[in-house]
Nanobody, 122 residues
Framework: HVQLVESGGGSVQAGESLRLSCGAS????????MGWFRQAPGKARERVAT???????TYADSVKGRFTISQDNAKNSLYLQMNSLKPEDTAMYYC?????????????????WGQGTQVTVS
């Protein structure tokens, strides 16, 4: 069955960096729009970044210039490089796949979701 497994989360100080990874099985990351989402306690889920089959990327305004989404087809993995982290970046981060078009605004466009990795910035 399809699996998305995130890793790389942790607790860091403001200004530091983290790199999240998402390994995919069964599906191929290059075949879909892939995305990173986050959800903080008591807040709505936020679409953080997406990357499509043409490697076009989108970012939430809150992370532009600080976060970079990328993928490695050989490893069938998705990444999120997070620099200059802020306390407001604290959240559970989720990898998502299976959306046909990244410009589809519906979160339901993504058919597969990982279990999440916690990022805490103090």
């Amino acid at each position: 069955h399809v699996q998305l497994v995130e890793s790389g989360g942790g607790s860091v100080q403001a200004g530091e960096s983290l790199r999240l990874s998402c390994g995919a099985s069964v599906i191929t990351v290059d075949d879909y729009c892939m995305g990173w989402f986050r959800q903080a306690p008591g807040k709505a889920r936020e679409r953080v970044a997406t990357i499509d089959r043409a490697r076009r990327t989108t970012y939430a305004d809150s992370v532009k210039g600080r976060f970079t989404i990328s993928q490695d087809n050989a490893k069938n993995s998705l990444y999120l490089q997070m620099n200059s982290l802020k306390p407001e970046d604290t959240a559970m981060y989720y990898c998502a796949a299976d959306c046909l078009y990244c410009d589809d605004p519906r979160d339901a466009c993504f058919g597969y979701w990982g279990q999440g990795t916690q990022v805490t910035v103090s």
